[in-house]
């Protein structure tokens, strides 16, 4: 299989729908618009449940990977950007080992190898789709028929055509940015906001309590007389957010920002002017964040089948679990977690759990504990490779750039052999920090997950650069004049 592939299925690949590129550069404020539009498009999916489903009172077997892949249960979005990102992860995975081979530089051969992605993305969506509908997760296919069955399956599939389109939308140059980071860090920014903040008063067995960590907390000061116990139970409630929750969210925030700023300056100068000087930037956190990310994807899609087989038998153990459709995303997560008791236990006991769980040594926690770190640090130097931002790679697009490192000699190797000493290092250790990054905020209970709140600083970090640099338009100058 090579390039000569693409050509054979180019007239499927053909029919496939596409965002074409502006003829040239939309101004900021257009840009702007077209990102809040495919924004709002990508909520209201999010809040739009799935015709025909009949879903049972069972718990969610994908909660904890929903944040980071910007899914919401239940709804059009159930399966987020999965079907994307797995699809993108395979063929980068098959063009790396050189089974598809395309040329990059070539608009053609580029164009159909983003159409391929498109086709396995939505072959991926209709395999997941009918593993969720034949699963049960949506009513057993008995009862809601072969007809509704296939309706669901295409309602599910139109929405991850429409994602697709939206991220296209973005990546060709309407927009600013990514869709999938766009949807991601919406993702997770919602379901912090509405763990501190929701008003919905969920019934834990104890009473009706608020589901808002802080809001909850200002009610058992105000509604309790015994003050000190209020406190305890605001900071360390077992089945809902509480304040231990937020402060551990707020401490991952400040170490992602810290870690954001890791990198590595080489300046390059110009073959034309010698004086036209600027820094190629080797960031930690670029070349580790999305290989974490593509690997979790990757290990939902893998779990697809024994994870719904054992959803479809799964009961609900918790009064306020909610599976209803067409509630909210954050109440469904937020009654999802409460089925998981120990998401929000006490630090002490959520140490123990992981070391010394009460029935006995738990061998999965402790591999976790173990492999996490080191397997983010392994497909990071895999990805540098896949993503071709290995060093020879690099040098070769200096090169073509017309553009050379100061600190080697004008030739491809030389500059090839000064990177080999700076880009594996840099995606090793990042990967390994990211890694621990993830188990160090599952650990303390941060809303989010480190991963996802890595994902979403990245993103607004990027927002801010982009109104940095063409702020003047939008009248943002105070911008420049900060950082300068």
Same mark, same amino acid.
């Given at each position: 299989?090579?390039?000569?592939?693409?050509?054979?299925?180019?007239?499927?690949?053909?029919?496939?729908?596409?965002?074409?590129?502006?003829?040239?550069?939309?101004?900021?404020?257009?840009?702007?618009?077209?990102?809040?539009?495919?924004?709002?498009?990508?909520?209201?999916?999010?809040? #739009?449940?799935?015709?025909?489903?009949r879903?049972?009172?069972?718990?969610?077997?994908?909660?904890?990977?929903?944040?980071?892949?910007?899914?919401?249960? /239940?709804? *059009?979005?159930?399966l987020? $950007?999965? %079907?994307?990102?797995?699809?993108s992860?395979?063929? &980068?995975? @098959?063009?790396?080992?050189?089974?598809?081979?395309?040329?990059?530089?070539?608009?053609? &051969?580029?164009?159909?190898?983003?159409?391929?992605?498109?086709?396995l993305?939505?072959? @991926?969506?209709?395999?997941?789709?009918?593993? =969720?509908?034949?699963?049960?997760?949506?009513?057993?296919?008995?009862?809601?028929?072969?007809?509704?069955?296939?309706?669901?399956?295409?309602?599910?599939?139109?929405?991850?055509?429409?994602c697709?389109?939206?991220?296209?939308?973005?990546?060709?140059?309407?927009?600013?940015?990514?869709?999938?980071?766009?949807? $991601?860090?919406?993702? #997770?920014?919602?379901?912090?906001?509405?763990?501190?903040?929701? %008003?919905?008063?969920?019934?834990?067995?104890?009473?009706?309590?608020?589901?808002?960590?802080? $809001?909850?907390?200002?009610?058992?000061?105000?509604?309790?007389?015994?003050?000190?116990r209020?406190?305890?139970?605001?900071?360390?409630?077992?089945?809902?957010?509480?304040?231990?929750?937020?402060?551990?969210?707020?401490?991952?925030? #400040?170490?992602?920002?810290?870690?954001?700023?890791?990198?590595?300056?080489?300046?390059? !100068?110009? !073959?034309?002017?010698?004086?036209?000087?600027?820094?190629?930037?080797?960031?930690?956190?670029?070349?580790?964040?999305?290989? +974490?990310?593509?690997?979790?994807?990757?290990c939902?899609?893998?779990?697809l089948?024994?994870?719904?087989?054992?959803?479809? +038998?799964?009961?609900?153990?918790?009064? +306020?679990?909610c599976?209803?459709?067409?509630?909210?995303?954050?109440?469904?997560?937020?009654?999802?977690? +409460?089925?998981?008791?120990?998401?929000?236990r006490?630090?002490?006991?959520?140490?123990?759990?992981?070391?010394?769980?009460?029935? /006995?040594?738990?061998?999965?926690?402790?591999?976790?504990l173990?492999?996490?770190?080191?397997?983010?640090?392994?497909?990071?130097?895999?990805? $540098?490779?896949?993503s071709?931002?290995?060093?020879?790679?690099?040098? !070769?697009? *200096?090169?073509?750039?017309?553009?050379?490192?100061?600190?080697a000699?004008?030739?491809?190797?030389?500059?090839?052999?000064?990177?080999?000493? =700076?880009?594996?290092?840099?995606?090793?250790?990042?990967? *390994?920090?990211? /890694?621990?990054?993830?188990?160090?905020?599952?650990?303390?209970?941060?809303?989010?997950s480190?991963?996802?709140?890595?994902?979403? #600083?990245?993103?607004?970090?990027? =927002?801010?650069?982009?109104?940095?640099?063409?702020?003047?338009?939008?009248? =943002?100058?105070?911008?420049?004049?900060?950082?300068?």
């Open positions: 299989m090579s390039s000569g592939l693409l050509y054979i299925l180019k007239p499927i690949l053909q029919l496939l729908p596409e965002i074409d590129k502006p003829a040239r550069l939309p101004p900021i404020k257009e840009r702007i618009m077209w990102t809040a539009v495919a924004l709002f498009i990508f909520l209201v999916s999010c809040q #739009v449940p799935v015709y025909g489903a879903p049972a009172n069972s718990s969610d077997p994908f909660y904890w990977m929903r944040i980071v892949l910007a899914s919401n249960r /239940g709804t *059009l979005m159930e987020g $950007i999965s %079907p994307m990102v797995t699809a992860l395979i063929l &980068e995975l @098959i063009a790396g080992v050189g089974i598809i081979t395309y040329d990059a530089e070539n608009k053609e &051969e580029r164009s159909l190898f983003e159409a391929l992605q498109k086709l993305a939505i072959f @991926i969506t209709v395999c997941e789709a009918s593993a =969720y509908v034949s699963s049960g997760m949506y009513g057993e296919p008995s009862r809601i028929g072969f007809f509704m069955c296939a309706v669901i399956v295409l309602q599910l599939l139109f929405s991850t055509i429409v697709m389109l939206l991220d296209e939308l973005l990546q060709r140059g309407w927009g600013i940015g990514s869709g999938t980071s766009l949807f $991601i860090a919406t993702n #997770v920014c919602e379901t912090i906001v509405w763990k501190c903040f929701s %008003p919905s008063t969920i019934n834990t067995g104890r009473g009706a309590e608020f589901e808002g960590a802080i $809001i909850a907390f200002f009610h058992l000061l105000v509604s309790r007389s015994d003050k000190v209020a406190l305890r139970e605001a900071f360390y409630r077992p089945q809902l957010p509480n304040l231990t929750n937020v402060f551990a969210t707020l401490v991952v925030f #400040v170490i992602v920002v810290f870690f954001q700023g890791f990198r590595v300056p080489l300046i390059t !100068k110009s !073959k034309f002017n010698s004086m036209d000087r600027q820094p190629y930037l080797i960031k930690l956190s670029t070349r580790a964040t999305c290989p +974490s990310f593509c690997r979790r994807a990757s939902r899609t893998s779990t089948s024994p994870r719904c087989s054992r959803a479809a +038998s799964a009961t609900a153990t918790s009064s +306020s679990t599976s209803g459709a067409g509630r909210s995303a954050a109440t469904t997560r937020a009654a999802t977690a +409460s089925s998981s008791p120990w998401r929000a006490l630090l002490p006991h959520r140490a123990l759990h992981l070391l010394r769980p009460a029935r /006995g040594p738990d061998p999965c926690h402790l591999l976790h173990c492999l996490c770190s080191p397997r983010a640090r392994s497909f990071s130097r895999l990805w $540098i490779t896949i071709h931002t290995a060093p020879r790679d690099v040098a !070769k697009q *200096l090169a073509k750039q017309g553009r050379w490192l100061i600190q000699r004008e030739s491809e190797e030389d500059m090839a052999r000064l990177l080999d000493k =700076y880009i594996p290092v840099a995606a090793s250790f990042g990967g *390994l920090c990211v /890694g621990a990054l993830t188990l160090f905020a599952d650990f303390l209970g941060a809303i989010g480190g991963t996802g709140i890595l994902l979403s #600083v990245t993103m607004i970090n990027q =927002y801010f650069e982009i109104l940095r640099q063409e702020g003047q338009e939008l009248g =943002y100058n105070f911008l420049n004049k900060k950082m300068n």
